[in-house]
């Protein structure tokens, strides 16, 4: 099978982390053609001089438009491809040397005509970036693989790392207008229409992600008030584990106001819980200061999804009982 690569990058006001991710794309070991489009999303600050200074190592191409979110920054691009393959990286994503080269051998073994792959923390990371990856990828919080080797057929992507054939994408018509959560109501729309997704191990990202706990907390609100919106738009995606951050964000306030009344068995549960975290995230990280903060991104990330998601519960439930 021919697979030709298109990367699809969309980008608003990042040119300094656009730089990095092309870099990276420029220094892989893959040894055929792949054109990479940077499609800038009605940004302030222009990354067209980044893309320009690659026009000699790169394939590249640079779109711009007016700001519409990045679903529809990656459907403009996807016009633009010429590929019949499409690879989506966000901006802020350091790919390895051997990215493209382990996902066409792995495609021309076990097709299919969506992937995803995780995401890491690069060692040059800050502390900070470190511990939220620990805390959006650790299986003890809810982060982790989505989907495993069991589950092949069922593995969901992220848009930060998430490979669609052009057929597939073409049939479903793209992402929809949602500015979060647009990737998962992409995969639930391929598999209605018969076509399936796998996770790739070895095609995996360095995930810069948020560099502040204020920004962290913003984007995890946002995750949980998309998460909220899915359930109702694919109904029957809905599961009781959703709840669980907001359970948890519950369950600690709690623990917290009965330790004032000298009720202290649910807080030691969560320092029980807090102490695991500290010493799985030094472990695989070799810091303590990351484990260390590892528990105040795990808490800002629970706390940010459980109270978006709880708000957009109550919301839709005070419209429905209007309407």
């Known amino acids: ?80 491809a010429t590929g019949n393959y499409f690879i989506f990286f966000d901006s802020d994503c350091i790919i390895p040397p051997s990215y493209l080269k382990e996902v066409e051998s792995h495609l021309q073994e076990y097709y299919s005509d969506a992937f995803g792959g995780m995401d890491k923390a690069h060692e040059g990371f800050s502390v900070l970036q470190k511990a939220i990856s620990y805390s959006m990828t650790s299986l003890f919080t809810t ?50 229409a018969g076509f399936n997704s796998q996770l790739i191990e070895n095609a995996f990202v360095f995930h810069k992600r948020r560099s502040s706990f204020r920004a962290f907390y913003k984007q995890m609100h946002a995750f949980g008030k998309g998460r909220a919106y899915l359930n109702r738009i694919h109904p029957t995606t809905s599961k009781i584990t959703f709840w669980f951050p907001t359970v948890f964000m519950l369950g600690i306030t709690l623990a917290v106001l009965l330790a004032f009344l000298n009720f202290t068995e649910l807080l030691v549960v969560y320092s029980i819980y807090f102490a695991i975290i500290l010493v799985d995230s030094t472990f695989k990280n070799q810091s303590l200061r990351v484990g260390f903060l590892s528990i105040f991104t795990t808490i800002y990330q629970f706390t940010g999804y459980g109270i978006g998601f709880l708000k957009a519960i109550l919301n839709n439930l005070k419209n429905h009982v209007k309407a």
Do not use: C
């Not at 069991?150 to 207008?177: D, L, T, W």
């Open 1 to 80: 099978m021919h697979l030709s690569f298109s990367i699809i990058i969309p980008v608003y006001n990042r040119p300094k982390e656009v730089k990095e991710l092309l870099e990276s794309l420029a220094t892989q070991n893959y040894g055929k053609p792949f054109e990479v489009i940077l499609v800038e999303d009605g940004s302030e600050i222009s990354a067209e001089e980044v893309a320009a200074s690659f026009s000699t190592k790169l394939n590249i191409k640079y779109l711009s438009k007016d700001n519409s979110g990045p679903g529809d920054s990656r459907n403009f691009g996807a016009v633009h």
């Open 143 to 192: 982060g982790g693989v989505r989907g495993g080797k069991k589950n092949i057929h069922k593995f969901q992507p992220r848009s930060f790392n998430m490979g669609v054939s052009q057929k597939a994408f073409e049939k479903v018509k793209g992402f929809q207008k949602i500015h979060v959560g647009e990737d998962i109501d992409l995969t639930l729309r391929l598999w209605q």
